[in-house]
């Protein structure tokens, strides 16, 4: 079935530090990819998708891009800051819709000034 | 705009007891989703509504745990009787057809 492995936290930065998350995932089909973001006491947000290979979805200073060569959708960012501390999500949907059916098991982003 | 409601936000109870959870989606969402999320886990699909209609519920664990969407609207996902292992955070989350899901705050149920 359908899986989504990624990185393991938690991750501690330097603020302006260069951030990499790494994600991989098994599928059947075309799925498309997301990342989500949940910073602390608040729900899932959509950071950023993508929905074929090649595309590169950005959002906040974050990009990630749809590699089904190496069936990966890395998340980075050139300068993190401390806002950015927050738990990522990576997931993906089977290819009948844009909907995050499967996830991660997330990464813990903390970035100190 | 309001965001996907649920409530309550937090909620103890002893094992064996019943509980449930309410989640209102945004006005005009006709999928609604009910995920749960273990600690430290990323969150796992239990049913999913197209309208009134439940259109995958293959994971949502049938001999304790039920759901309903009266109306196509509001939903309620309901355990009886509770169990240590349903400790997790329950999330509602809702989109139009085939669009992003916008999540809800979540439910953070403890069973002692």
């Known amino acids: 079935g359908n899986s989504v492995t990624q990185m393991e936290g938690p991750v501690t930065l330097s603020e302006e530090a260069f951030l990499t998350i790494n994600c991989t995932y098994t599928?059947?089909?075309?799925?498309?990819l997301f990342w989500y973001v949940q910073y602390p006491g608040e729900g899932l947000q959509l950071l950023l998708k993508?929905?074929?290979?090649?595309d590169k979805g950005s959002n906040k200073g974050f990009e990630a891009t749809y590699r089904k060569e190496t069936t990966s959708f890395h998340l980075e960012k050139g300068s993190v800051q401390v806002s950015d501390s927050a738990v990522y999500f990576c997931?993906?949907?089977?290819?009948?819709?844009?909907?995050?059916?499967?996830f991660g098991k997330g990464t813990r982003l903390s970035v100190i000034a | 705009e309001a965001g996907v409601v649920q409530s309550p936000r937090y909620k103890i109870i002893e094992k064996k007891q019943p509980v449930a959870f309410w989640c209102n989606p945004i006005?005009?969402?006709?999928?609604l989703y009910w995920y749960r999320q273990n600690l430290g886990q990323g969150p796992e699909l239990l049913i999913r509504?197209?309208?009134?209609?439940?259109?995958?519920d293959s994971q949502l664990p049938k001999d304790r745990f039920s759901a309903e969407r009266l109306k196509g609207v509001d939903s309620t996902l309901k355990i009886q009787p509770a169990e240590l292992g349903d400790s997790a955070v329950y999330l509602c989350?809702?989109?139009?057809?085939?669009?992003?899901?916008?999540f809800g705050q979540g439910t953070r149920l403890t069973v002692v």
């Open positions: 989350a809702s989109s139009m057809e085939r669009t992003e899901a916008f």
């Open positions: 599928a059947t089909g075309y799925p498309s």
């Open positions: 993508a929905t074929k290979a090649d």
């Open positions: 997931a993906l949907s089977d290819n009948s819709g844009n909907t995050p059916l499967v």
């Open positions: 006005s005009g969402h006709n999928t």
């Open positions: 509504y197209e309208n009134e209609e439940a259109v995958d």
